[in-house]
């Protein structure tokens, strides 16, 4: 994603890390949407990661979001659908020392709900980053509890 230069004022100062949720939980792109929904429902998330969404070990990333797995759901047998065949794709990743109001605004425009957070120079996947999380920062909590470890 290419980053806007302003930012939200409300979010002035924090970083990506700030806020993100570091770890992934992920499927594999034929695992049954089913899993996905077990996935989600066991660790509380609202998205889950498709490993090697392309065949690749280390590129190829897609994401179900919970609102992919209830339109899913309402379209179909979540027993025959896979993850691979609704997650989205490319997904949209970030580094966790972006700005978060560059970030926040950027989720707004290409209407995203999670971002995926990336090492900088492996693009590897380290965490998410939720509106939920936004919203956290929003709140002041970020600044009083960070996740940096």
Do not use: Q
Request: charged share 20%; glycine share 8%; net charge negative.
């Amino acid at each position: 994603m290419t980053l806007a230069t302003d930012t939200n004022p409300a979010l002035a100062g924090l970083r990506v890390v700030d806020a993100m949720h570091p770890g992934l939980i992920t499927c594999r792109p034929e695992d049954p949407l089913r899993t996905v929904a077990r996935l989600m429902a066991t660790y509380r998330v609202h998205a889950v990661l498709v490993a090697g969404h392309d065949g690749a070990d280390d590129e190829g990333w897609g994401v179900v979001s919970d609102v992919a797995l209830l339109r899913a759901a309402d379209a179909g047998s979540i027993d025959e659908v896979t993850a691979g065949s609704v997650a989205a794709t490319p997904v949209r990743s970030i580094a966790s020392s972006d700005e978060l109001g560059a970030v926040a605004r950027l989720m707004i425009e290409h209407d995203v709900s999670h971002v995926v957070v990336v090492e900088r120079h492996s693009k590897r996947p380290i965490g998410v980053l939720s509106t939920l999380d936004v919203a956290r920062a929003l709140s002041g909590f970020a600044e009083r509890h960070p996740l940096r470890g």
